[in-house]
T-cell receptor
Framework: QKEVEQDPGPLSVPEGAIVSLNCTYS??????FMWYRQYSRKGPELLMY????GNKEDGRFTAQVDKSSKYISLFIRDSQPSDSATYLC???????????FGAGTRLAVHP | GAVVSQHPSRVICKSGTSVKIECRSL??????MFWYRQFPKQSLMLMAT?????????EQGVEKDKFLINHASLTLSTLTVTSAHPEDSSFYIC???????????FGDGTRLSIL
């Protein structure tokens, strides 16, 4: 079993839809949770960064962390074609420890 | 925000050549940097952790003599692919956290093609 599970998709939605992306994990030591967006042939771009459980909102993006269920989510409201990319969840136990990534979910938002 | 610059973005060279990739933190100091490799449609695979002033820590299965890492300053880490062969062709990406417990910021990657 992988430490972090993420459905690779692809996920195809119409413009304006609400997108829900999820990851589950098994290591209870994880304290820091991140979502990255990666366009083709580019490095990952940090979207959301959350410490411990709770919600965080930034514009059209909302990140949720439920440590009791070992489950994290990213919601994208009013999705746009420019949101079409691969979304990677990542987590770590803190310090300068390495990130553990999910497989990435490929999202396509069509006009 | 924190910026990581990676250079070059694209390299095409002949088999047997050694290739150096630079990773710089532009507006913060990075005692630790990470090097990843990514194959098409796959997630990032951590190769090694680069520590300023000390030896890098390599992940299992990564040849340390093949992938030389040097982290000589708080803003620069380099990855040298020695005697590169076609199977080393890949997308190499570096990252650095802008502090302890902080998120990692990624460079834009280097696409390496060995002919």
């Amino acid at each position: 079993q992988k430490e972090v599970e993420q459905d690779p998709g692809p996920l195809s939605v119409p413009e304006g839809a609400i997108v829900s992306l999820n990851c589950t994990y098994s290591n209870s030591a994880f304290q820091y949770f991140m979502w990255y967006r990666q366009y083709s042939r580019k490095g990952p771009e940090l979207l959301m960064y959350t410490y411990s459980s709770g919600n965080k909102e930034d514009g059209r993006f909302t990140a949720q962390v439920d440590k009791s269920s070992k489950y994290i989510s990213l919601f994208i409201r009013d999705s746009q074609p420019s949101d079409s990319a691969t979304y990677l969840c990542a987590m770590s136990s803190g310090g300068y420890n390495k990130l553990i990534f999910g497989a990435g979910t490929r999202l396509a938002v069509h006009p | 925000g924190a910026v990581v610059s990676q250079h070059p973005s694209r390299v095409i060279c002949k088999s047997g050549t050694s290739v150096k990739i630079e990773c710089r933190s532009l507006d913060f100091q990075a005692t630790t940097m990470f090097w990843y490799r990514q194959f098409p449609k796959q997630s990032l695979m951590l190769m090694a952790t680069s520590n300023e002033g000390s030896k890098a820590t390599y992940e299992q299965g990564v040849e340390k003599d093949k992938f030389l890492i040097n982290h000589a300053s708080l803003t620069l880490s380099t990855l040298t692919v020695t005697s590169a062969h076609p199977e080393d062709s890949s997308f190499y990406i570096c990252s650095a956290p802008d502090g302890e417990g902080r998120p990692q910021h990624f460079g834009d990657g280097t696409r390496l093609s060995i002919l």
